[in-house]
């Protein structure tokens, strides 16, 4: 029960025991870049996008790995992976945005959606994506309508496994009757269809169960459903696996995860056939923490440590239960009492801890809440006129801003009436 452990990798204490990321003092962080702050572990990062890349590539050469932007979705992290030789997955128009932006080879980029408009679809023919994801027959049409004569759109079209994995609902993907990608008989249909199109080219299927998956099985049993439907030269498994967010959570290991991939893919998919693996939270979650300052503490029945952030900057909790652990970044080890950490936001709701020990908690306090690196920057808002809240990359001792926090002036920007 050890918070160090949760921490991104590299994370220590320092002589006075004060917490540090990627060796960078969290009150000097806090003190250069404000609160609350995202701050990235830029190395740890790297070594997960290299683990996948290369466990990957050992167990099927022909194979690649995309990052799903959503878990991260700003050009800093992108970049990362692309220089790290990774491919983008993208799902609508502004990843294709800051994918570009970041340098991604247009080639490389997978385009998702479940609801892709025609600019989407405009601007993937237009920029030249490698692999457009047909979710739904509307896909084809607006496909059919876009793409030039003389040139044909490589596709994948999204099959729904009848898989239910055991997660929290709000992030289950896979299950029979899923919003997202089509059921077997339907997709059978649409795969016909796109095979008799001059403007698509048919090039495999896609599959993903759902988010923080912690059992390798679910992702096993979701190939033999889509094998049944042919055979094809690419075939995308999706992302989901689970991050380690508490003392209980045991993730499968990414070798782990991708033995259970491949031997399934092995026994039901072509041997010729290339792989895709889209993680997105298993490659960010644990390379980054939350800086907050402790605004109050308010002592009654319940002891109440309200920070400076919340649901504007972590909306995990609020979303689907996510649990996650916290420490005093000067007093990581001292003994505590029971409190819960709330935000700043006007919802009862607006919950991160509920139930923790903080050794003696004072307004002033800086704590550190650790695997904020998924979704949690993807679904950041403005709720109470907060101003969304800055990316700090931190990598041997030395940090640097990525995203500036949001201004006064961000904030009444878009506010023309
Ligand atoms: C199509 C697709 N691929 C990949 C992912 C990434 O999933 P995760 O972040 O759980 O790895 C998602 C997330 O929902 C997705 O919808």
Redesign the pocket.
Known sequence: MDVMSLFPPGSALDADGTLTVAGCRADELAGEFGTPALVVAEPVLRDRAREYAGELAARWPRSRVVF?S??FPCTAVQRVMVEEGLGL?V?GAGEIVTALKAGADPSRIVL?GNAKSDEEIAMAVEHGLGLV?VDNADDVDRLEATVPAGRAQDVLVRVIPGVTAETHAH?L?GQEGSK?GLAPAAATELIRRIERSPRLRMQGL?V?VG??ILDVEPFARSIAPVAALGEFPVYDL????GARYTYADEPPSVGAYLDALTGAAREHLPAGAELIV?????MVASAAATLYRVQTVKRGARTFVAVDGGMGDNLEVALFGQRFEAAIADRVHEPGETVTVVGRHCESGDVLIDGISLPDPRVGDLLAVPVTG?YCFTMANNYNGTRRIPVVFAGEGRARLVVRRESWDDLLARDVG
């Open positions: 799903a959503k878990a997955d799902a998702h994801v992030v993907t997202f896609h993903h988010s923080q999706g992302g989901g696996l889209e993680p997105g939270r298993s998924a």
